[in-house]
């Protein structure tokens, strides 16, 4: 990894007033940021960076720069495109994606790639899944999914959702759990919980256990453990729990002992089996028959894998068209330390998990090319890489001035760099953070391509 280990950037900006594509829209909702007329513009040789160059989102024209990475004295530049690509309205996609997960992109990104790298049928994969962005975007639009995470929750959060059950069968299924058959319960969780709350959350825990025990748990189940996870901790009367941080992370018994005194609170009363039928219905509001046709034509080509993603036997060399990713940013998140009540309630133990948390940017690019290379494997030649990477540390750092040399060095071409720049931030108001302050206000995707032969 020495040779990747220095080299330096160049940025030269330029501004491109190319003509735009026709009726340009921002409908949230939608699948495509397209009209049906302006797609119809873009012919079958227009090629992705022409029509980058062409966007324009509520008028704005794209930017394009122009980055040029030294590699052992051999230059390497990237065209890059700057401009506000998708929608920053938050819960403007399929309403199945709505689960908490921390540091998850929104589902117009992996969108965006499809629409415009894959046709149906063809196979598009996540290494580093989270709660399954990419893996149901990709099954929603007739994608073959296919995903990968080394956290063992991440399964259990997207495979429900590729075949969900109806509200009435999640219904009956709750009927059936005894809620007062708890084999624990925990004193301390009752800094977060009312005690009958507690013990329905522990009587259903050792329902899905026991269940578990005789084999995989079947559809319905499964399904009523995946919204459970996320209904644990949050800052609403839809939570099990106290108010408390929002719900893609939960906080240590100390950390929640002093938002209780704060705030002069007691955990109220909720009904577990109540708000898990309040969540389906609202995770189930767009499952219609369209979206289960689709849904089902996918279903026997679905893999998702549970381990490292520079380690993916279970997928076959040269059977994916399409990658969309977010990989680990070095220490900026704690993943152990957010997901350990999750885990306490699926009967993990965080310890056994050795997930990705990297401290120095060398030891990050070593991983990453190492996952690079496996993704080399997997790919069909001609099959890209959207690589979102953020950036972190305040700005100082942009992985994406990182990763160019990384897919260089295990054997793939960088096309270009897209950065979706909107007036935002992913960082919630509960921790007092203005926009454009802190957070992330962009996607940064270096776009790469496997060679043809």
């Known amino acids: 990894m020495q040779a990747i280990a220095s080299y330096t950037l160049r940025t030269a900006c330029l501004r491109t007033d190319r003509c735009s594509i026709r009726n340009m829209r921002s409908l949230a909702s939608q699948p495509s940021l397209f009209e049906e007329s302006a797609q119809e513009v873009l012919s079958a040789s227009d090629s992705f960076e022409a029509q980058l160059q062409r966007f324009r989102w509520e008028g704005k024209s794209t930017e394009a720069s122009e980055t040029s990475v030294d590699i052992e004295g051999r230059i390497v530049s990237v065209q890059t495109f700057v401009n506000e690509f998708w929608t920053s309205r938050q819960r403007a996609a399929h309403s199945l994606h709505e689960v908490s997960y921390r540091a998850c992109f929104k589902p117009q990104l992996p969108r965006f790639f499809i629409d415009r790298l894959t046709r149906a049928g063809d196979t598009v994969y996540d290494p580093f899944m989270g709660r399954g962005t990419t893996v149901l975007e990709a099954a929603l639009s007739g994608r073959a999914p296919a995903g990968c995470d080394i956290n ?41 919980y009312h ?8 009587a259903l825990k050792a329902c899905l256990r026991q269940r578990e025990q005789t084999g995989p748990l079947d559809q319905v189940d499964a399904w009523i453990r995946m919204v459970a996870v996320n209904r644990l901790t949050g800052h609403s009367p839809g939570f099990f729990s106290v108010y408390t941080l929002p719900p893609n992370q939960a906080v240590s018994i100390a950390a929640q002992q002093k938002i209780n005194a704060d705030r002069d609170q007691v955990p109220p009363r909720r009904s577990v ?76 133990d965080p310890a056994s998990v050795k997930l990705t948390i990297l401290k120095k940017v060398e030891d990050w690019r070593d991983a990453m090319t190492a996952v690079f290379a496996e993704l080399n494997r997997l790919l069909k030649p001609g099959g890209h890489i959207a690589f979102e990477v953020g950036e972190v540390r305040g700005g100082r750092v942009r992985l994406e001035e990182h990763v160019i040399p990384c897919g260089i060095h295990a054997g793939l071409e960088p096309l270009l760099v897209l950065i979706n720049s909107q007036e935002f931030t992913k960082t919630a108001a509960c921790w007092g953070v203005d926009n454009n302050r802190k957070g992330t206000n962009t996607n940064r995707i270096v776009l790469f391509q496997k060679p043809q032969n």
């Open 273 to 348: 089996p109540n708000l898990i039928i309040a969540k389906s219905r609202s995770l189930l509001s767009d499952y219609d028959q369209t979206s289960k046709q689709v849904l089902a034509t996918v279903a026997a080509r679905t893999r998702l894998v549970t381990g490292a993603a520079s380690v993916t036997q279970e997928i076959e060399s040269s059977s994916v068209s399409l990658v969309v990713t977010s990989p680990p940013f070095l220490d900026v998140v704690n993943y152990a330390g957010d997901n350990w009540l999750r885990c306490w309630f699926c009967g993990i």
């Open 195 to 202: 005690p009958e709350t507690l013990r329905e959350i522990c």
């Open 152 to 192: 063992p929750l991440s399964k259990m959060l997207i495979e429900p959702r590729l075949k969900p059950p109806t509200v009435d069968a999640v219904r009956q299924r709750l009927l059936e759990i005894d809620w007062m058959a708890a084999d624990e319960c925990p004193e301390d969780l009752l800094t977060f």
